[in-house]
């Protein structure tokens, strides 16, 4: 997997990570742009859900094809288990405790918090410089945060630098290989979660990491 992907896809763990004193439920736009063949195009995603209730949450992202991802997560223990439905066939991917493999790639990130705001959602946000460093390539990335701090979020489940942003985050962009990815907030809505969210549903066939890479075509 891209170092990039690895960490967008902690910066979304992170996201839901934080939520824990929020109820309700945050849309994200999802823009993605690079040098894409036209079935990657059609796998991409363009918009994201997040659920949030105690100390659970739900992300949901839409692709291409009605093709979907859910991950539901516990925040205490770190437990999740992942929801794939490619074109009607269903899988579901469980990790338990904290990702190690994850948190090593955080190790050297740094958070730099700037002067600049602007709304989002009709809340008003603060800029954020996340800088990252692969500890493979050495190369350096930096992502694009901007939080708010106008709703009521948690960070105490969080580690690395996103732990230091006391807030929200509503927008983040990303650039790296030739890949510029931007998700934004278009809602935030405090309403009331029901229960069912958090459970998995019937129909999805139960799979190991391993034996789902393999079976898309990874080693």
């Known amino acids: 997997m891209k170092p990039a992907i690895v960490f967008l896809l902690f910066l979304f763990s992170s996201i839901s990570s934080i939520a824990q004193s929020f109820e309700g439920r945050i849309v994200y736009k999802i823009n993605i742009k ?93 800029k954020a410089i996340v800088s990252y460093t692969d500890p493979q390539t050495k190369n350096t990335t930096e992502i694009e945060v901007w939080f708010t701090t106008e709703l009521n979020f948690n ?35 405090l309403e009331k979660v029901n229960d069912r969210q958090f459970e998995v549903p019937d129909g999805y066939k139960k799979l190991t990491q391993d034996e789902l890479m393999k079976m898309m075509g990874g080693k």
Do not use: W
Not at 118 to 125: D, E, H, R, S, V
Not at 171 to 182: A, H, R, T, W
């Open 155 to 189: 960070n105490d489940f969080v580690k690395g630098p996103f732990q230091k942003i006391e807030g929200a985050m509503l927008e983040f962009n990303l650039l790296q290989q030739g890949i510029n990815m931007n998700f934004q907030a278009t809602l935030v809505s």
């Open 34 to 126: 690079g040098d894409f063949s036209p079935q990657e195009k059609m796998m991409l995603p363009n918009e994201a859900k997040l659920f949030t209730k105690g100390d659970q949450s739900r992300m949901e992202m839409s692709l291409g094809l009605g093709m979907s991802t859910t991950t539901i997560s516990n925040l205490k223990t770190g437990d999740a288990i992942s929801l794939m439905n490619f074109l009607g066939s269903k899988y579901a991917i469980e990790s338990k405790g904290v990702d190690e493999n994850r948190d090593e790639y955080m190790k050297n990130a740094n958070l730099e918090i700037t002067k600049e705001s602007k709304a989002i959602a009709g809340y008003t946000c603060k």
